[in-house]
């Protein structure tokens, strides 16, 4: 059986900095490609970083430089790293494999991390 588990989501004033971790569990990690997804109210679920399993490293063009994907295969975890965070990054965090698992034709997601920047 598959869980995500997303945390370090909180408050943060513009400027700041936070690190999201994601607990994998019961997946292949890793030979898995992994993605940090994030949805703000009233919109779609964005993919925002990619990390494939060689390493390779991809973002959204608004958080280029400033967001950082990275993973530990032996602790099974996925990791976002957020810099110079800026209000139009409020929104919920998922980690999930990229693309996002299924299980019986749908989405499975995780229940998220909140992250909410406002000064």
């Known amino acids: 059986q598959v869980q995500l588990v997303e945390s370090g989501g909180g408050l943060v004033q513009p400027g700041g900095s936070l690190r999201l971790p994601c607990a994998a569990h019961?997946?292949?990690?890793?030979?898995?490609?992994w993605g940090w997804y994030r949805q703000a109210p009233g919109n779609q679920r964005d993919l925002v970083a990619t990390?494939?399993?060689?390493?390779?490293?991809d973002y959204l063009d608004s958080v280029k430089g400033r967001f950082t994907i990275s993973r530990d295969n032996a602790k099974r975890t996925v990791y976002l790293q957020m810099d110079s965070l800026k209000p139009e990054d409020t929104a919920i965090y998922y980690c999930?494999?990229?693309?996002?698992?299924?299980?019986?034709?749908?989405?499975?997601w995780g229940q998220g991390a909140q992250v909410t920047v406002a000064s």
């Open positions: 019961g997946y292949t990690f890793n030979i898995r490609h």
């Open positions: 990390i494939y399993s060689g390493g390779i490293t």
């Open positions: 999930n494999t990229h693309p996002p698992w299924t299980i019986k034709g749908n989405e499975y």
